[in-house]
Every structure is written in structure tokens, then in C-alpha cells.
């Protein structure tokens, strides 16, 4: 009898796609479903970056270098420059979309069997890139309580073996939208320092922080430039998810020639994305005011929504476009499919992403949904109506 890989029946489902076939159906039914699942933001992409690929001419659409066209690299390298932070060209390999650079950096740092320490509730992709590598993820958790600030020190030195070889962040926070601190990342440093860790740092979210506090790179940390591994994407920045162009940064140079040595193997990067994102280095400096006033603003309508609501808490996100709101429910994936089967208001209904595919340790998240504000205020706040009624009529409510 055949059988799929131990590795294929272990790749847990996305906590973010898993309930589309329920979405789908509530939409054949004629029910309006609001998405707040996906960061999929509805900012519209900007027009210069499209119209560069529609101007394109060329006869033949070939392989780029298989580290990314050295245009586009330099000019990621000024784009970095201006973030604060100086890398070469040469320390640039761009990759398809933020996820290849995970997956690269996972194949290039570690082994099978080897440990990496994520805070949790994390990414759940993370959880999906670490089994394909066969690596296992250490979580360590923070709290809803103190807004998922990072963990003390000593809670990371507590789970630290001779397996492990690296902690990832995502800063601003997928899912929390935590802001990590100079100092918080400072102490992170000091850890792989000490220990000999590669610090991978996912910046998917860079240009979105909401406080008056600048936003700190693993890249602008001193003394670790042999740790230091920065996943990048433009997906979100630009509002380009489908183009599938990200970049993996590094100045230590073993590293980099691993993940060109897989880099080859898969060829090249999106050919006509790279120019795509060429052109997106290219916007003036202030593209960015505009979609971040927008999502502040969503952000405040949202949050307050929400902890206006009988038994619900949402600590405000420092960054991103996603916050974790813990409700009063028995259990977060049968309350998410429930209000895409069983529930509607004025024929309307929301979908979010339950929180326990971002958390590793078995029974967290329990009660905990993320959401997404990248839909329009109006639309927030139809989904936060539906999302209030459904809360007193919900047959698992707890006290």
C-alpha cells in the first residue's frame, strides 16, 4: 500500500487557510463573510510598480543570477542603508517571497534534528518551514497578560541544549503585533552571542510601528554580524503578497554561499517580480505615511471594538496589521468554523484565524483568535457587529 511520508502526514494545516472550504460555503449560501483571517491587505498595490512590469520588452524572459539580478540587489542594499544599516550587494540573495528565505535559512544554519527557539504565539508558518527541515521548535511562551512582551532572559537560557542553534523572531509580531524594543533585541543578541546562536530575524513588517520608537533591526545590532540572518519580504511593505519576491541578508559569508548552493538548485527567482520590486525601491519616502495612517486607524477602531466587548481582551499591537484577542470561548477552532456554519447577522458573518496553529505548546490558544485588519473600517466594523452577537449566542461561551 502506498503511503505519503512521515514528513507529509507530521506538516500541520494552516490555521489561516484551514477553514476556506467553511468561508466558501457561507459565500455559495449568499452570506457575506468578512475575511479577518489573512494578512492580505486591501491597501491597493502601488501603480508605478505595476506599470514597470507591463512596460517591460524583452524577446526572451530568461534565468536571473540565482542570488537575484544585481540591480535589484543594489538597489536593496540603498533601500537598507537608508533603514540605518550597511550591507553590500553581495550579502543580499533574493529569494521567492519571505518564505524561501526562512526555509533557506533553516536548510543552510541547521540539521535535522537540530532546535530552534521561537517565542510563541509565532508565525504558524514557521512551525510548517521547521518540519520540512526537520528541525524542531522550541517555544518559549509569552502572555496575553503583559501584551506578548518577550520573555525574560533567563526563561530562553532555561531550554537552551546542545541542539540548539538558533532563535527567530518576527518583530513587528506576526500574530501578536508586538513591537520588539532595542533593548529587548540587545538581549537577544547577548543570548546567541553567549551561546553561539544564529539570530534569525523575520522584518516582514518594518515599515508598519506605531510608536515613536524606530524600529530595530537584527542588521543595526553590533558585534553579531555572524549571527545575523534578516528575512525580508515585499510582500506586505507594498501591499504585493502574489509576487513572491523576498531576500535573505547575511555579511557571514559561510552562510551565504550555503543558501546560494540552494539557491542554484531552484534556479532563479521570479524574473519579472524582481523588476517589480526594483521599482518599489523606487517610490518616494513618504509612500508609507499614507497605508500607516491607515492601518493605525483600523488598528484603533478594532481594538477598541473589541475590549468594549463583554469577556474579551486585545492588548494594542505596537506594529504589523494583526492582533490576538483572547475571548470568552471553550475552544477557538470550533468557534471560528462555527461562525462561518452556523452563524449570521443580517446575513453577514466574520472569519478569523484561530490561535492555536501559532502556538507549538499543545493546549494554548484555546480561547484566542488572531485578526487581521486589513480590510476597510466600515467593513471592521460589520465584523466586529457580527463578532458581538455571536459572542451571546455562542453555545461554548464561558464565563
Not at 103 to 124: H, M, N, R
Amino acid at each position: 500500500m502506498l503511503t505519503v511520508s512521515k514528513r507529509g502526514f507530521q506538516m500541520p494545516a494552516s490555521p489561516i487557510r484551514k477553514l476556506v472550504p467553511f468561508a466558501e460555503a457561507a459565500k455559495e449560501r449568499g452570506v457575506t463573510v468578512y475575511h479577518l483571517n489573512i494578512g492580505q491587505p486591501d491597501i491597493e498595490t502601488p501603480a508605478a510598480i505595476m506599470d514597470a512590469v507591463k512596460k517591460v520588452d524583452m524577446p526572451i524572459l530568461e534565468y536571473s543570477h540565482s542570488a537575484g539580478n544585481e540591480s535589484y540587489r543594489r538597489k536593496l542594499a540603498a533601500y537598507y542603508s537608508k533603514k540605518g544599516f550597511d550591507v553590500n550587494y553581495d550579502e543580499i540573495l533574493i529569494t521567492t517571497g519571505g518564505s524561501e528565505a526562512i526555509i533557506f535559512s533553516f536548510f543552510a544554519c541547521l540539521d535535522p534534528g537540530d532546535e530552534v527557539i521561537i517565542p510563541e504565539p509565532l508565525y504558524a508558518n514557521y512551525i510548517g518551514f521547521a518540519c520540512e527541515a526537520g528541525v524542531k521548535v522550541v517555544p518559549i511562551r509569552s502572555s496575553i497578560e503583559n501584551g506578548f512582551m518577550l520573555p525574560a532572559v533567563s526563561e530562553f537560557e532555561k531550554v537552551i541544549t546542545a541542539k540548539t542553534k538558533a532563535i527567530l523572531i518576527c518583530n513587528p509580531n506576526n500574530p501578536t503585533g508586538y513591537l520588539y524594543s532595542r533593548g529587548e533585541l540587545t538581549e537577544l543578541a547577548g543570548i546567541c552571542k553567549k551561546y553561539n546562536l544564529y539570530f534569525f530575524s523575520d522584518e516582514a513588517y518594518r515599515e508598519f510601528c506605531y510608536s515613536d520608537a524606530a524600529h530595530t533591526s537584527v542588521m543595526h545590532l553590533k558585534d553579531i554580524s555572524d549571527n545575523a540572518v534578516l528575512l525580508d519580504t515585499i510582500s506586505k511593505r507594498y501591499s504585493a503578497c502574489g509576487a513572491r519576491i523576498g531576500a535573505l541578508v547575511t555579511k557571514n559569508k559561510d552562510v551565504y554561499n550555503a543558501v546560494l548552493k540552494f539557491a542554484q538548485a531552484r534556479l532563479s527567482p521570479p524574473g519579472l517580480e524582481q523588476i517589480l520590486g526594483e521599482a518599489a525601491v523606487d517610490l518616494p519616502d513618504d509612500y508609507f505615511d499614507q497605508p500607516k495612517q491607515e492601518y493605525m486607524a483600523r488598528r484603533d477602531l478594532l481594538v477598541s471594538r473589541l475590549n468594549k466587548m463583554e469577556g474579551v481582551d486585545c492588548p494594542n499591537p505596537g506594529g504589523a496589521f494583526y492582533a490576538m484577542a483572547r475571548l470568552p470561548i471553550d475552544d477557538a477552532d470550533r468557534f471560528c468554523q462555527w461562525m462561518l456554519e452556523d452563524f449570521s447577522l443580517d446575513n453577514q458573518t466574520a472569519m478569523f484565524a484561530p490561535a492555536t496553529g501559532f502556538y507549538v505548546t499543545p493546549g494554548l490558544g484555546m480561547n484566542e483568535i488572531r485578526l487581521a485588519y486589513v480590510i476597510n473600517r466600515q467593513d471592521i466594523d460589520k465584523a466586529m457587529d457580527c463578532l458581538e452577537a455571536a459572542l451571546k449566542v455562542y453555545p461554548g461561551k464561558t464565563n
